[in-house]
């Protein structure tokens, strides 16, 4: 199984991620290394990414988890998957997969952004992340979780929701 945690920046992706891949005795990849160096150079001069320059970033996330899976090997990665049509086309004949989305509001995001030291991705970026954020609908079978405990809560509550038979399987592919 692959595991996608998404959300927007500062929503805890990293560090849930890697708690979690952890606690599953799995690999973890974080998704900004995915990123062609042209994506980062423009977060960091302040500048949002279009869906032109994120096909290729979650091209290379879809083909990490086609490669894990081939192997017979699980993982979790993390990557904003801020639309609705990223996550049908990580999700699209990668029935493993299954997406965890990290929920909170833009209030708590931005003060752990502004908090967060030695990141490319600038805090002035936050509101293009909302504007660009279609939140899960229900027939997505995407499993969303409130980052409102901490880390540790977050995961156990994945963990279970996980668990659970068909969450994250989206519509037939």
């Not at 990557?79 to 990580?90: E, M, P």
Request: glycine letters at 10%.
């Amino acid at each position: 199984m692959i595991v996608i945690v998404a959300g927007v920046s500062g929503s805890g992706k990293t560090t849930v991620g890697q708690l979690l891949a952890r606690h599953l005795g799995v690999a973890y990849a974080e998704a900004d290394d995915f990123h062609p160096p042209e994506n980062i150079a423009k977060m960091a001069a302040g500048t949002p990414l279009t869906d032109a320059d994120r096909a290729p970033w979650l091209a290379a996330i879809g083909a990490f988890a086609d490669a894990r899976m081939a192997r017979g090997e699980s993982a979790v990665v993390t990557c904003s998957a801020l639309k609705r049509s990223y996550r049908d086309g990580l999700r699209r004949g990668r029935p493993e997969l299954r997406i965890v989305y990290l929920e909170g509001s833009r209030e708590v995001i931005a003060r752990r952004l502004t908090a967060r030291k030695g990141h490319f991705f600038p805090e002035r970026l936050l509101d293009s992340q909302f504007r660009d954020l279609e939140p899960p609908e229900p027939d997505e079978g995407v499993l969303t979780v409130p980052i409102s405990g901490t880390a540790e809560e977050i995961v156990r509550e994945i963990v279970a929701g996980l668990s659970v038979g068909g969450v994250g399987s989206g519509p037939p592919t």
